[in-house]
């Protein structure tokens, strides 16, 4: 089970944070942090799992002490894209190979909404981040990871954002690129 989705700009700022758990709200912000913190300071030959901060592994509560739980949060699986951190706490039972597919799918559906996503659109534009995020995963179970499938729910929602015609994509303020993040390659995988 998916327990929540972060995502993060370079700076620490969350521009989306889902928890699919009940914490409280101050856990949330530490965790929040504490995560930031962790994530942000890798190097990027490092691998994309981490365990669990203390913070939010302590804080799950069992039925009984002795029993074993599998569906407590246990791993963090991330990728940074340009300015943008995509971070998914997990359960044990949850593949990291394929959070890091949903990652990668979520991307690129964002991609294909926003025509060559930046940060600000994701900024402005929070309703469609949320709408792309809930065609993907219902209450922390992942129902959907098809890119045409999840764009086409998009915008049956009618969550896209129209653009004036005369705002183009190629170059942002004066031919200057915001910092879009469309992913590398054809959905090829490319590594780091």
């Known amino acids: ?3 929540a989705v972060l995502v993060f700009n370079n700076s620490g ?5 889902k928890f699919y758990t009940q914490l409280d709200t101050s856990v949330q912000q530490r965790l929040i942090s504490e995560i930031f913190t962790l994530v942000s300071h890798r190097p990027h030959s490092a691998c994309n799992f981490l365990p669990l901060p203390p913070l939010l592994a302590s804080s799950s509560t069992s039925t009984s002490a ?6 407590t949060p246990s791993l963090i699986t991330y990728r940074h894209f340009a300015t943008l951190f995509f971070i998914m706490i997990s359960t044990s039972t949850e593949s990291p190979l394929g959070l890091l597919d949903l990652i990668y ?9 926003f025509d ?3 940060e600000l659109d994701l900024i402005f534009n929070f309703e469609t981040l949320h709408a792309t995020l809930g065609e993907m995963i219902v209450g922390g179970v992942v129902v959907e990871t098809n890119s045409d499938k999840i764009v086409e729910g998009v915008k ?3 969550k896209v954002p129209k653009r004036p015609l005369n705002e183009g994509r190629g170059g942002g303020i004066g031919g200057m690129n915001l910092g879009g993040f469309r992913p590398p390659g054809d959905l090829v995988w490319s590594g780091r």
């Open 1 to 3: 089970m998916i327990n």
């Open 13 to 17: 700022q969350p521009r989306l944070t």
């Open 66 to 71: 002795s029993e074993p739980h599998n569906d």
């Open 105 to 113: 799918s979520f991307v690129v559906a964002l991609d294909r909404l």
């Open 116 to 118: 060559e996503v930046c």
């Open 156 to 158: 049956a929602q009618g």
